[in-house]
């Protein structure tokens, strides 16, 4: 990690206990890592030997599974908008999810093209939300409602269903309600005559961004409703998959900054510092949001809450000074925090923000001005630091 001012380190111990409690709570689950959440080498590494799947959002991610060696019944394409060429490409290699009936009837001639029997599923956008009874409009998946307008299909089968309607949910009844109205609608689907095999649940299960304001999501309660809930629905599919993402890696990773100058504005006192809006883009966001009003709902992925990390000075200082800490980046709004109290740091110090393993380097505005593209490191269990 010498010579880098600005960098993410992952540490693998936090993911693998992390599965450890996914793995007790939904128990004859199977989890497809949520790539875009963090696709760093080393992590999709981790989770694969552990026997993850790869939920792909994109065919570029399709690619990055396939890399890692992973079969298709293991690689879950869904995405809108999906190309001709994405099409072409994911088809043999993965488990494709028909995000609209324009899409399947393309999945369905490109399958033709190929020469093959595909099994597919489709992306449901269900007739109820995450927290509520009623149905939205979306760009996702197809209406509840007009699964009778798919025509019959030659060249693929529709094997399984997938739903997502919300991430980040610490709630576990919440999830529980929600799980239960999926897999209700599993069994309708049966009955309509769908050959349903596998149902994925999507993701939701959140984690804590700001200690002072919220719980963790009870993770022995919900694996108790799971656990009734997989008895009572035990017709209705063979495989169960969920596709966490954040839950996985959020908390197993920091993002280290290095300050690089130290000042004085009209009585303000400036950390500034390396990859701002360019190395860790949530904090800078979350204070953009705050500027139009309270943070009351998220902008998943790049806003989750008012404070989406907590801050850390990496020194020995016993005194503490009231500072804002912003990037290097010629924008105001490239703020990492404003007027908090921290220990007293100096040019050279690093400061540490928490919460980075998710949403976070990807996301970031990497090309942005030309600076230096921050770093990713990954300590394994044996406490080998990888680049
Ligand atoms: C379809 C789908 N699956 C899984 C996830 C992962 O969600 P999370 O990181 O909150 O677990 C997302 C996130 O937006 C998603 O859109």
């Known amino acids: 990690m010498q010579n880098a001012d600005a960098y993410y380190l992952y540490d693998e111990a936090v993911i693998l206990e992390n599965l450890r409690v996914l793995a007790q709570t939904f128990p ?118 007009s699964l009778g307008e798919i025509p019959d299909l030659s060249n693929v089968q529709i094997t399984s269903i997938h739903t997502h309607v919300q991430s980040q949910n610490l709630g576990w009844e919440i999830l529980a309600r929600y799980y239960e109205n999926v897999l209700s609608l599993a069994r309708s689907m049966k009955k309509e005559g769908f050959a349903i095999g596998t149902v994925n649940l999507g993701s939701g299960c959140g984690i804590v961004y700001d200690e002072e304001t919220q719980s963790p999501l009870d993770m022995e309660a919900l694996g108790a409703a799971v656990g009734k809930l997989t008895e009572k629905y035990a017709d209705v599919s063979r495989s169960l998959i969920i596709e966490p993402g954040r839950y996985l890696v959020g908390k197993a ?61 990496l020194n020995d200082s016993t005194e503490t000074e009231v500072v804002t800490i912003t990037g290097n980046l010629c924008s105001g709004f490239d703020v990492f925090a404003r007027d908090i109290t921290l220990p007293k740091a100096e040019v050279g110090d690093f400061i540490e923000f928490s919460n980075a393993g998710s949403y976070a380097c990807t996301l970031s505005l990497r090309e942005f001005a030309s600076q230096p593209k921050v770093r990713e490191f990954f300590r394994t269990v044996d406490g080998e630091v990888l680049e």
């Open 28 to 145: 004859n689950f199977s989890f497809f890592y949520s790539a875009k959440t963090n696709p760093n080498p080393h992590i999709l590494n981790t989770l694969i030997k552990n026997d993850c799947g790869i939920d792909a959002a994109s065919a570029g991610e399709v690619r990055l599974a396939v890399k890692h060696g992973l079969s298709p019944e293991k690689i879950s394409y869904s995405a809108p908008g999906k190309t001709d060429e994405d099409i072409r490409y994911a088809l043999p290699r993965s488990r494709i999810i028909a995000d609209s009936i324009g899409e399947l009837l393309r999945i369905d001639k490109i399958a033709g093209e190929l020469g093959g029997k595909f099994e597919i599923g489709i992306r449901i956008n269900p007739p109820f939300g995450m927290d509520s009874p009623f149905g939205v409009s979306s760009q996702f998946g197809i209406d509840y409602e």
């Open 253 to 313: 990773g920091v993002f280290r900054t290095r300050v690089l100058d130290k000042k004085v504005s009209r009585g303000k006192t400036y950390l500034i510092a390396s990859g701002g809006m360019n190395g860790f883009l949530r904090p800078a966001a979350a204070n953009i949001a705050k500027l139009y009003g309270p943070v009351n709902r998220g902008a998943e992925p790049l806003i989750s809450c008012e404070k989406p990390c907590g801050i850390t000075v």
